[in-house]
Structures are given as C-alpha cells and as structure tokens.
C-alpha cells in the first residue's frame, strides 16, 4: 500500500519525504520530517495508526493526518476522526481520490 500511495502522490507532483512500516516508525519520521500532511494506516504492525495518532497529535497539534482503512473499519475511522485525522481514506482507493483528499487536508490552516 505504501509504495501505491507513493507512486501515486508523486505522479501527482507531491514530493514524499518519508516512510515507515509501523505506527512508532511513523511518529519518530514525524517528529523527525514534520510533513505537511502524513497519510497512515489504521492497522500496523507494533503500533497501530490509531495509537500513533495521538502520539502524533500530541507533538503536533496542528498535524495533517489522513488515515487509510479496509472497508468494514468504519468504527475505526470515526475513533481516528474522533483523535484528530483530518480525513480518511477507504481501500481500495483510487488515484483521483487520494490526490483529491490530500490536497484538501494540505490545504486545511
């Protein structure tokens, strides 16, 4: 999935400064890279996206955080709203509606 995401961000002119396999890996390439917006998986290995996400928000309360879920993760999703996610994802996704999302949230203030 990550490598979709990428290919599709950048055929789309967004530069990806960053990636990790995991939710601790995502929030020290967060505190590390400070993106302006991060797109994470709600289930990971280690720590999920929905325990990274606080941690994330919590460094960051201004973090531009899109989460990416399977169909049938409905509650999760609203739990990642409910933490600060900005917007959400449903997989399988399509191209124009990632680079649509992400350029919303990256234009949220």
Known sequence: MRLAIKNMLQNNGFEVVGEAANGLEGL??????R???VTMDITMPEMSGL??????MKFDPK???VMVSAM???SMVRQAVA???KSFII????????VKTLN???ALK
């Open 72 to 74: 049938g993760q409905e």
């Open 28 to 33: 020290e390439s967060y505190k590390h890279l």
């Open 63 to 65: 973090a531009k955080v």
């Open 51 to 56: 325990d990274a996400l606080p941690e994330i």
């Open 91 to 98: 997989k399988p996704f399509k191209e124009d509606v990632v």
């Open 83 to 85: 933490l600060g996610a």
């Open 104 to 106: 919303q949230v990256n």
């Open 35 to 37: 993106p302006d917006v």
